[in-house]
């Protein structure tokens, strides 16, 4: 299946949520309009997006999410050339009742260690849901499927909550202070 088909989703809510959450590819096309700085939050309804394209949260996309994609998309071009399709070590949708609230993603293709490393972030109104926590677990197990044997994550020393959601997804603290998890097979 190609990474811009799948639908990441949790089977069941977790006893705190009270919301469907699952992840989309965010497609190649938008990522560049968001670059260009062409497309902004809400005020622009879905169909100025894409018909596909689900509707943005008012404060979504964040400035890290910008950032990401720019790295993202450097990332890909000097390992492999064009990105003319959401490949699978890409940046996902996190999407909330339909809304896009955030997203998650690769920082790139794993190198030949087969290690990969993640970012997050979930616009202001929606955090503290665990709407982080789900998009992780769900991240990993694609990270998993997709053949990576190591996954790592980096957050600010004083950003309690984001290294809360990557222990509550198994990582670990590795002494440089970034979180590291392997593949469970592995471990």
């Known amino acids: 299946m190609a990474a811009s088909q799948r639908r990441l989703s949790h089977s069941e809510p977790s006893a705190q949520a009270s919301y469907d959450l699952w992840l989309e590819p965010l497609p190649v096309e938008v990522a560049r309009l968001m670059l260009a700085g062409k497309l902004r939050a809400a005020r622009l309804g879905a169909e100025s997006v894409g018909p596909k394209q689900p509707p943005w949260h008012p404060e979504y996309p964040l400035l890290d999410s910008i950032d990401a994609i720019a790295m993202l998309f450097a990332s890909h071009r000097a390992m492999l050339g064009a990105v003319n399709e959401s490949p699978?070590?890409?940046?996902?949708?996190?999407?909330?009742?339909?809304?896009?609230?955030?997203?998650?993603?690769?920082?790139?293709?794993?190198?030949?260690?087969?290690?990969?490393?993640?970012?997050?972030?979930?616009?202001?109104?929606?955090?503290?849901?665990?709407?982080?926590?789900?998009?992780?677990?769900?991240?990993?197990?694609?990270?998993?499927?997709?053949?990576?044997?190591?996954?790592?994550?980096?957050?600010?020393?004083?950003n309690v909550a984001s290294q809360a959601v990557l222990l509550r997804n198994g990582f670990q603290r590795c002494p440089d202070g970034a979180f590291m998890i392997d593949r469970p097979e592995a471990r």
Do not use: K, M
């Open 88 to 158: 699978i070590w890409w940046i996902h949708q996190i999407i909330v009742n339909g809304v896009v609230v955030g997203d998650i993603g690769f920082h790139g293709p794993p190198g030949p260690e087969r290690a990969v490393e993640i970012g997050y972030s979930v616009v202001p109104a929606w955090r503290g849901r665990g709407v982080a926590s789900q998009a992780c677990a769900l991240i990993l197990q694609q990270a998993w499927q997709d053949g990576a044997d190591t996954v790592i994550a980096e957050t600010d020393a004083d």
